[in-house]
């Protein structure tokens, strides 16, 4: 498999209409989350914007943003 390329800069002198992009996912201390890989936890810690503790019961994983794989319940 093949690593997605990185998203085009939208240039100032494009003709074009500059994409949307959507809102970072935020999450806090406390917060109840699914994780695609890891499954259900409870986010321990927080680095602000930069990475989560989050506890799954078995382990403690650190997830780094951007968290694609994991939504808040």
């Known amino acids: 498999m093949t690593k997605p390329s990185a ?4 240039l100032s002198t494009s003709p074009f209409k500059a994409p949307i992009v959507p809102p970072a996912k935020q999450f806090g201390l406390g917060d109840r989350v699914s994780h695609d890989q890891y499954g259900l936890g409870r986010i321990v810690d927080v680095e602000d914007g930069i990475a989560l503790l989050v506890d799954f019961g078995s382990r403690q994983v650190r997830i780094v943003s951007p968290y694609s794989r994991m939504n808040k319940l």
């Open 7 to 10: 998203p085009r800069r939208h």
